[in-house]
Nanobody, 127 residues
Framework: QLQLVESGGGLVQPGGSLRLSCAAS????????IGWFRQAPGREREGVSE????????NYADSVKGRFTISRDNDKNMVWLQMNSLKPEDTAVYYC????????????????????WGRGTQVTVSS
């Protein structure tokens, strides 16, 4: 069974950095695009970034372009989200999820086209 587990969240000051990890178990990551999403209190879940199954294509939300970098290592069954120049508005629970093969399309970043959601990791950006 496909399982994803996020880690690496925490409290960081504005301008700081964090590296989130998404570990896959129960399946090989090679066949799945992976997306990162976030949800702040009182707000809808929003797409942050995604990476193709091979890692040769990525996509970012406008709000994080130039600050966040997504990467993956299929041999290690891992995906990462490097977050730099963090802002208070980046505060949220961050989730990783796998693209549903039957409906996933790079560039859309729609939560509806992802499944096997992890439980999330809290990121708080505050002074």
């Amino acid at each position: 069974q496909l399982q994803l587990v996020e880690s690496g969240g925490g409290l960081v000051q504005p301008g700081g950095s964090l590296r989130l990890s998404c570990a896959a178990s129960g399946f090989t990551l090679d066949y799945y695009a992976i997306g990162w999403f976030r949800q702040a209190p009182g707000r809808e879940r929003e797409g942050v970034s995604e990476i193709s199954s091979s890692g040769d294509a990525t996509n970012y939300a406008d709000s994080v372009k130039g600050r966040f970098t997504i990467s993956r290592d299929n041999d290690k069954n891992m995906v990462w989200l490097q977050m730099n120049s963090l802002k208070p508005e980046d505060t949220a629970v961050y989730y990783c999820a796998a693209g549903r093969p039957e409906m996933y399309k790079l560039g859309v970043l729609s939560a509806a086209s992802f499944g096997s959601w992890g439980r999330g990791t809290q990121v708080t950006v505050s002074s």
